[in-house]
Antibody
């Protein structure tokens, strides 16, 4: 069975970078598409971006040039980096597989941006 | 971006009740609409994809309908384990966008 697990620091200071890892088991990230979604306090959700089987990426325009998604196929992991964070980036971050829209999700990791 | 308006935001129902949740898209999304269930502390679970296709392993009491801009998730006979938050996702156009969620509780 496909499993995704997010990991990374739970607290980031304003203006710094948020970095998260998604570790995938049961399926190769060299197939299909893989991405990041976040859920804000108050429950609004936002698709952030994704990386394809070939390594190409697509990002939500709302995040402009702050976001980068990369991968390490040898470890079957992909990564999120979000630069210049503010308190408005406080959210639960999920990684997910994009089949049938989005089928498998991780459990999520809560990240707080605070000094 | 396509706006997804989900209703109701909160729902209280009894075991055995028929429950319906709605999502309305701000423009035509064909049938590219998914429904998810999320329980506290768990990963979201895909219930219905492409408006009316039941994901493998999901009980048949869950069903979806609709196309274009109006969509419905139906639970035909509510069970205690269905207590959760439900949300929709359109994947017709990027960025994919979500409904605000419906919290379902037992009466």
């Amino acid at each position: 069975e496909v499993q995704l697990q997010e990991s990374g620091p739970g607290l980031v200071k304003p203006s710094q970078s948020l970095s998260l890892t998604c570790s995938v088991t049961g399926y190769s990230i060299t197939s299909n598409y893989w991405g990041w979604i976040r859920k804000f306090p108050g429950n609004k959700m936002e698709w952030m971006g994704y990386i394809s089987y070939s390594g190409s990426t697509s990002y939500n325009p709302s995040l402009k040039s702050r976001i980068s998604i990369t991968r390490d196929t040898s470890k079957n992991q992909f990564f999120l980096q979000l630069n210049s964070v503010t308190t408005e980036d406080t959210a639960t971050y999920y990684c997910a597989r994009l089949i049938r829209g989005t089928d498998y999700w991780g459990q999520g990791v809560m990240v707080t941006v605070s000094s | 971006d396509i706006q997804m308006t989900q209703s109701p935001s909160f729902l209280s129902a009894s075991v055995g009740d028929r429950v319906t949740i709605n999502c309305k898209a701000s423009q035509n999304i064909n049938r590219y609409l998914n429904w998810y269930q999320q329980k506290l502390g768990e990963a979201p679970k895909l219930l219905i994809y492409n408006a009316n296709s039941l994901q493998t392993g999901i009980p048949s009491r869950f069903s979806g309908s609709g196309s274009g801009t109006d969509f419905t998730l139906t639970i035909s006979s509510l069970q205690p384990e269905d207590v959760a938050t439900y949300f929709c996702l359109q994947h017709n156009s990027w960025p994919n966008t979500f409904g605000a969620g419906t919290k379902l509780e037992l009466k």
